[in-house]
């Protein structure tokens, strides 16, 4: 490697977004690096990465991160705009005393931390370890409250998620936590119950500069079970003004309690028809499925120009924002899908006419859970204008030890 190159650590991607954040950050005068490990990405985003230097480590472990960039000289930065792993990004660059986001997304990342800055936005919420689960008082909240979600702090894409409408599930609990899967770096010990609120999943998109935000619309989910299956954007036209104006009371709350002064978010809430309560920050990184290839497709920007300004915000603190259309935005839709049963996955065959965007976000022979356990049965995320993607992804087919598919969303 090139000594005199100023070097930017990238630890992992968005499913969409290797190449974009590669182009990016050699526009703003870097040489990117970055960092992967299989159980972090595979299929068309590693090979995106592996475009530019990519050195493979366990991007769990930041002891690891640092060994394996122990012989590079000339590093300024380290980053993640990859939602599991922004909190080892922000300790690398500590450990390397290099730049690195705003260190508060540590705490952003946790559900728990998040409620108790913003508890006039937040459902009704307990925390507790998996150690000492308060078993009789779980089941005293579901009698109270309804139904309830039990969910890691700090886990994602519904992994180790369960509903609880009876009190008498809450004895499940010990078995289950013990067998959630949640990785090591994603502190397996810190849950909470939380009132789950009855009404729709939208998020609200935009970022933070000099300690303000700026809102760049909503986002709608449809969701397979678990599996988040479809993001609409924008959405703004769906949620009512009572409810838009009290989700951006949230965030503009959320930014200023925590001192939060750049970066990116995808704020996520249950919104009912005149209220928005919030259920996960998403601070730091544009949202995840297409969101990154949506948001700019529906702005009128490229892909490039947007994650430039993700970069420059992270690194910089403020930057020049991009021409984001003031004209009425475009309707976009990206579409996670999957197959509805657990099989190994052999391939997507895509017909030659395929007007939307596509990510296959798996490694042939990998093993893959029917759509609707979590986001990890995603395959792959078609991103496009919405006209185009519903059509373009029921032509896919998908290729599996069990026979062919047509794609489940």
Known sequence: MNRDIRKLVIVE?????????GRAAIQAGYQPIYLSSKAGSQGDTRAQMQR?????????????????????????????????YIMNAVRLAQALSVRGQPAVLE??????????????????????????????????????????????????????????????QADELPQFVQNAGI??????DLWLAQVAIQGDLV?????????????????????????????????????SHKAKARAREAVTALVRRAGLASGYFHVEFMMTHDDAFVIDAN??????????????????????????????????????APNFSRR????????????????????????????????V?????????????????WIGIASGFRTDVENDVRSLRIETDRGEFAAAF
């Not at 999957?338 to 007007?355: D, L, N, T, Y």
């Not at 976000?361 to 049965?377: F, H, K, Q, R």
């Open 13 to 21: 991607s968005s499913c969409v977004g290797a190449d974009y954040m």
């Open 52 to 84: 530019y230097t990519c050195i493979e480590c366990d991007t769990s472990s930041v002891e690891t991160m640092a060994s394996a960039l122990a012989g590079v000289d000339g590093i300024e930065a380290a980053v993640s705009f990859c939602d599991t």
């Open 107 to 168: 705490r952003l990342k946790d559900k728990w931390e998040v409620q108790q800055l913003i508890l006039d936005y937040s459902p009704s919420t307990m925390a507790f370890e998996a150690n000492a689960i308060p078993v009789d008082e779980i089941r005293q909240f579901v009698r109270t409250r309804g139904n309830v979600i039990v969910k890691g702090r700090r886990s994602s894409g519904g992994l180790g998620a369960k509903y609880l409408t009876k009190p008498a």
């Open 183 to 188: 990785p090591n770096h994603l502190a397996p």
């Open 203 to 239: 998020s609200l998109e935009g970022f933070v500069a000099q300690g303000e935000p700026t809102f760049l619309g909503f986002s709608g989910r449809k969701k397979v079970g678990m599996s988040e299956a479809m993001i609409l954007f924008p959405w703004d036209d769906h949620v």
């Open 283 to 320: 601070m730091g990184r544009i949202g995840g499925g297409g969101l990154g290839q949506q948001i700019a497709l529906a702005h009128g920007i490229t892909p490039v120009a947007l994650h430039a300004h993700v970069l420059n915000l992270a690194l910089e603190g403020d930057a020049p």
């Open 328 to 359: 009425s935005k475009k309707d976009t839709a990206s579409i996670m899908y999957g197959i509805p049963v657990k099989a190994r996955f052999h391939g997507v065959q895509k017909p030659a006419e395929f007007a939307s965007m596509n990510t």
């Open 361 to 377: 976000i798996l490694d042939e022979g990998e093993l893959v859970p029917a759509m609707g356990s979590d986001n990890y049965a």
